[in-house]
C-alpha cells in the first residue's frame, strides 16, 4: 500500500453560528490531464491539477490551456496559479521594499465547449474575457451549463504556469478561499510543496468539502501598503467567500514598544470592512512568533498586537483563525535559521494544518459529521468504490479498493502508520483515495 502524509488531524469541534455555514463545491478537475494547445501534458500527467503548486510549469511557454471536466455543472470557479518568485503580485502595485517579479496572465478569454475532443478542435463559445489581471492566482465564475471543456486563451505567452482547478458552483457553492498575508504566507501556502494542503486536511476529515484555494501572500507587505493597494485585492480577491489573513509581522517588526498597533489595528478594520462589503468572511490568523535568537537584535513580537487581533476577531464578530503565535513559540525549530521568522518546509506544514483546524468548526456547522464513528466510511464520489475496512485485532484491513488506490493510517496527532500490522491500542483513521476521489473512517484498535 501507498503511504502519505496527512499531517495533524486533531480538528476540535466548537459551537459556530450557522451565519458561517459552508455550501460544498465538488473538485472537478483533480487528477485530470491539462491539455496543452491540443496535446496532453505528457510530463507530469496529473501534475498540474492535483491542488499542490509544486515545480509544475512545463520547458515551454503556453497561451493555450484546456480541460476536460464532463458534463452536467451549470457553472464553474475555476482557479489558477502561475509562478514568479511566489508573490501574489507585482511590486509596482503593492509597493514594498522588497522586489518581485512574475508575468501573471494579462489579458486573456475563457471559452467553453460541447464537443472538443482535445482542447481545441470542436466548437468553443467566450464564457469570460479579462483584461489588465494583475496576479499571478486568481478564481472566477463562469456558466457552463451544457458544456464538458473549458479553455483559457491567454493573448501573451505564460512561461510558468502550474496549476489549474475547477469547482461544481451548481449548487452555490462557496467553499472558495484567499489566503491575504506576507512572505510567511508565500512559503507556507505556496513556496514549499508540502504532503497534505489546507483542502487536502479539510477534505480527509469532511469528505463532502474540497476548499477552492487562491494563495496571495506578497513579502514584505504591511497593512499600510496594502490599504494604499486596496483596489488590487477588492478587483482581483473579491470573488471568494472566506479570506484566511496572515498580517502583522511586518508591521511590528522591530517595533519593541508597540507604537504601530493604533495603525495596524485601524488598517487591519479597513481589511475586514472591504471584505465584508463584498459578502466576504475573514478570519485572520493571530501573527508568527519569532525565534529571537535567529532574528535581529533577539526580536519579538510585541504582545500589544496580538491583542490587537484578539479585540478584532471580538469586536467584529469573526471565525477564530489560527493562533501561530504561541504554536511556532513552542516549535522555533520548524522556523528558519537564517532570520527567525519565515517558516522552514515543517513550518508550511505545520500552518496548513493550523489553518485547517481552525476553520474545521465552520465544517462542522454546515451539516457535515466529517469522519463518522467506528468504521463507516464517507466518500466523496457515488460512483466511487467503497472499500471494506476492517479491524482484525491489532491490525487493519483494507479491502475492495481501486488497485491504483492509496491507503494511510493516521493517529490523532498526525503520526502515519508505517504498517497495518501490531499496532499499538487508540483511535485511527483510514484514509483511502483513488482516482481524485477518497473515504475516510475513523476506527479504533483496543
Known sequence: MKRFGLGSLCFVALAVSATFAITPNANLSAGKNLYISGKVNSKNPGAFTDGHVGQNSPDFEMSDIALKVGE???????????????????????????????????????????????????????ALQVTGNLVMSRGVEIDFAGKSWFRIVSKDKVSKFEEVGAYDMSNGGDD???????????????MFEVDSTFSDLIHARFPAYTPAMVRGGIACVNTTQIMDGI????????????????????????????????TFTRNMQVI????????????????????????????????????????????????????????FLNHPEELSAEDGV????????????LWA?????????????????????????????????????RSIRVKGT?????????????????????????????????????????????
Open 231 to 262: 483596489q488590487v485585492y477588492m478587483d482581483h480577491a473579491t470573488s471568494v467567500k472566506y479570506w484566511a489573513i496572515e498580517m502583522g509581522t511586518n508591521d511590528a517588526w522591530g517595533d519593541v514598544l508597540g507604537l504601530n498597533v493604533e
Open 176 to 190: 472558495t478561499w484567499f489566503f491575504l498575508g506576507t512572505s510567511i504566507t508565500q512559503c507556507g501556502l505556496k
Open 357 to 393: 483546524e481552525a476553520v474545521a468548526p465552520l465544517y462542522a456547522s454546515s451539516g457535515s459529521s466529517g469522519i463518522g464513528v467506528g468504521a463507516k466510511a464517507q466518500s466523496t464520489n457515488a460512483r466511487f468504490k467503497i472499500p471494506q475496512i476492517q479491524v482484525e485485532g
Open 72 to 126: 452536467g455543472p451549470a457553472k464553474l470557479f475555476i482557479t489558477w496559479e502561475t509562478r514568479g518568485d511566489e508573490s501574489w503580485v507585482a511590486d509596482e502595485y503593492i509597493t514594498t521594499i522588497c522586489k518581485h517579479t512574475g508575468a501573471p496572465m494579462s489579458d486573456f478569454t475563457i471559452q467553453t465547449s460541447a464537443n472538443s475532443t482535445n482542447g481545441v478542435n470542436g466548437d468553443w463559445e467566450d
Open 402 to 446: 481501486d488497485a491504483d488506490a492509496s491507503v494511510s493510517i493516521v493517529t490523532p496527532m498526525g503520526q502515519v502508520m508505517q504498517s497495518a500490522s501490531n499496532l499499538p491500542s487508540g483511535n485511527y483513521m483510514v484514509v483511502v483515495r483513488s482516482r481524485g476521489n477518497s473515504v475516510t473512517a475513523r476506527v479504533q484498535i483496543k
Open 342 to 353: 519565515h517558516p522552514l518546509p515543517s513550518g508550511a506544514q505545520s500552518m496548513q494544518r
Open 272 to 327: 475586514i470592512d472591504s471584505a465584508k462589503a463584498h459578502g466576504i468572511t475573514p478570519i485572520i490568523a493571530r501573527m508568527m512568533a519569532t525565534n529571537p535568537p535567529a532574528t535581529e537584535e533577539n526580536w519579538q513580537v510585541n504582545p500589544r498586537f496580538l491583542d490587537a487581533i484578539d479585540s478584532l476577531v471580538e469586536v467584529n464578530n469573526l471565525p477564530k483563525g489560527p493562533d501561530f503565535y504561541n504554536y
